[in-house]
């Protein structure tokens, strides 16, 4: 069972910027899709950002609450995926998941795809 393991979250002002990392197990290469997923308060669990391998090609998505402001990027020989977050908003205070799937059958940002996930780690915008 693949094990993930996020960091970096914490609390900012309004604007500020935070980068996520997740630490993978196994070989980034063997998942088709990894994504961050991100929970607010009271809410259901949402897709933020995703590289999805396949066919030979990367492809980068964001949700489009995030597009623009968010960066995911990977470090495929350390095992890690990253998210940049800048110009964040109250609105992104959650928590904040990692998780891998190795077939991608769906939408990337539909939740049930997903067979790995990380323990999660608390982003905090205040106002």
């Known amino acids: 069972q693949l094990q993930l393991m996020e960091s970096g979250g914490g609390l900012v002002h309004r604007g500020g910027s935070l980068r996520l990392s997740c630490s993978l197990s196994g070989n980034i290469l063997d998942y088709e899709a990894i994504a961050w997923f991100r929970q607010a308060p009271g809410k259901g669990r949402e897709g933020v950002a995703c590289i999805v391998n396949r066919d030979r090609e990367r492809t980068t998505y964001y949700a489009d609450a995030v597009q623009g402001r968010f960066t995911m990027s990977r470090d495929i020989s350390k095992k890690m995926v990253f998210l940049q977050m800048t110009s964040l908003e109250p609105e992104d205070t959650g928590i904040y998941y990692c998780?891998?799937?190795?077939?991608?059958?769906?939408?990337?940002?539909?939740?049930?795809?997903?067979?790995?996930w990380g323990q999660g780690t608390q982003v905090t915008v205040s106002s």
């Open positions: 998780a891998a799937e190795r077939d991608l059958e769906g939408g990337w940002f539909w939740v049930d795809e997903y067979s790995n």
